[in-house]
């Protein structure tokens, strides 16, 4: 009987870890989804003059919110399984590290809501508005998680390179490089529409990196 359980365990263990990873690669899709929904949807949200964090505002806030810590938590959870799947582009240890700091930072983002701007929610006065010190914790918690998703990019961009795998590397590097001059742009021109744009689609672009490399891990993990 007893070897019959310890037998199971380690298959009890790889199921585990692909149910985790299964979580980081929907993850993306989730996150993607809920919030363009939301922003298509919402009375007075507008892409080029909104971040999608001013959706945790209003009576709805709450699906933003849970959004967030969602996906965040569906990311922590893929980087634990990481750290028992061998995977060519995140390693062991490094690329494992940044997915759930990246996961980490989202789980914030959502538990500090970012201030009401610029006629979000309907009846916030035009402009910038005041921030507040939930405010701020939302900036740094999303500076956490950037900077984790652009480090984890290049760091398999490089291992993939080290590899031989030029297409794997390109897009890791690609994607890495986007995502911080996006943000960047974002930064200088104090939400210009067009960086505005442009940094949406750099979450998607990221989100998409996160969700084919994890599959890679999935694969792996069979």
């Known amino acids: 009987m007893d070897e019959a359980i310890s037998a ?18 929907l993850a993306g899709p989730m996150w993607v989804t809920v919030a363009l929904a939301q922003g298509l949807t919402r009375d007075g949200f507008d892409f080029r003059r909104h971040p999608v964090s001013v959706l ?11 959004n967030f810590i969602a996906a965040g938590l569906l990311c922590v959870g893929a980087a634990v399984a990481l750290r028992r799947v061998r ?3 995140l390693g062991a240890r490094t690329g ?21 701007l610029d006629g ?8 910038p508005g005041e921030v507040s010190w939930h405010g701020l914790a939302h ?5 956490v998680a950037f900077t984790a998703l652009i480090a984890a990019c290049l760091v398999a961009g490089r291992r993939f390179g080290r590899r031989g795998e030029r297409g794997w590397a390109a897009y890791g590097v690609g994607t890495g490089l986007f ?8 930064i200088g021109s104090g939400g210009h529409p067009a960086a ?22 999935l694969r792996g993990a069979a």
């Open 8 to 25: 199971a365990r380690p298959v009890d263990r790889a199921g585990w870890g692909r149910a985790l990873l299964t979580g980081g690669v």
């Open 56 to 66: 945790s505002n209003g009576d709805l806030g709450w699906v933003q919110i849970a």
């Open 87 to 89: 995977h060519p582009g």
């Open 96 to 116: 494992p590290w940044l997915i759930g700091q990246y996961g980490a930072g989202l789980v914030l983002s959502g538990v500090f809501v970012a201030d009401p």
């Open 120 to 127: 979000f929610p309907a009846g916030t006065p035009a402009g």
């Open 139 to 143: 900036f740094g918690a999303g500076a």
């Open 179 to 186: 995502f911080a001059a996006a943000w960047l742009a974002l």
């Open 196 to 217: 505005m744009i442009g940094f949406a689609l750099a979450v998607v672009a990221g989100w998409t990196w996160v969700s084919l490399t994890l599959s890679r891990a």
